[in-house]
């Protein structure tokens, strides 16, 4: 059974570029939770997304950043216009049920370096 | 807002010493989720404790919940350096349904 598999794992743009960051999770979970780490620091809630429902998206920016989890295929986090300061690691999780019932199941993350 | 503190935010230790981290909430928590986030890594859950006062063994490492579920530690005993990592706690507060991630500490190990 595979894991959350994300991709790409590494992701290099420049300035003012866009960067899409896809998210598989594991086979039977329906709820996917994206995260943002910047270096040396702790995980930051972005978003929670049920099939195509975001369910709570407290921890997103307001500006530039949205996230979608379609019927079909993976969960996407995009980011339009990136600027230095959206240089991170990005981790996406899933679980069968939602976050209230158990364990995050976390994919190795896309790390994300803004020139 | 809600809140959950990690301390100590580093620790160094000698390969076979004992290493403790803390985390405390400024609210009651329904749950309790410890994760282990190797360098360069993803995070790794570990447990969940749900019951005041709960104690969870695995190997070397003990997780406690407090009396008061607004608290909880993780106690390694004898660490190795396949310990190294960050340790996070995540609380459910018992009005919300949304993890509330502490900062994590970063444990190094000396051979």
């Known amino acids: 059974n595979a894991g959350v598999m994300q991709n790409p794992r590494h992701l290099v743009r420049r300035r003012g570029q866009e960067a899409r960051l896809r998210c598989s999770p594991m086979k039977g979970h329906s709820h996917v939770y994206w995260y943002r780490q910047l270096p040396e620091e702790g995980l930051k809630f972005m978003v929670y997304l049920q099939k195509e429902n975001i369910i709570d998206e407290s921890g997103m920016p307001k500006e530039r950043f949205s996230a979608e989890f379609p019927k079909e295929g993976p969960s996407i986090l995009r980011i339009q216009q990136v600027v230095r300061g959206d240089s991170a690691a990005y981790f996406c999780?899933?679980?069968?049920?939602?976050?209230?019932?158990?364990?995050?199941?976390f994919g190795e993350g896309s790390r994300l370096t803004v020139l | 807002g809600q809140q959950v503190m990690q301390i100590p935010q580093y620790q160094h230790v000698q390969e076979g010493e004992d290493f403790t981290t803390y985390c405390n909430s400024s609210?009651?928590?329904?749950?309790i989720q410890w994760y282990k986030q190797r360098p360069g890594g993803h995070p790794v859950f570990l447990i969940q404790l749900v019951k005041s006062g709960e104690v969870k063994k695995q190997k070397r490492l003990t997780f406690q919940f407090g009396e008061a579920k607004k608290n909880s530690s993780l106690h390694i005993t004898a660490t190795q350096t396949t310990d190294v990592g960050t340790y996070f706690c995540a609380g459910m507060p018992g009005n919300n349904r949304k993890l509330i991630w502490g900062l994590g500490t970063s444990l190094a190990v000396n051979p």
């Open positions: 999780a899933s679980s069968p049920q939602g976050q209230n019932t158990g364990e995050l199941f």
């Open positions: 609210t009651t928590l329904s749950n």
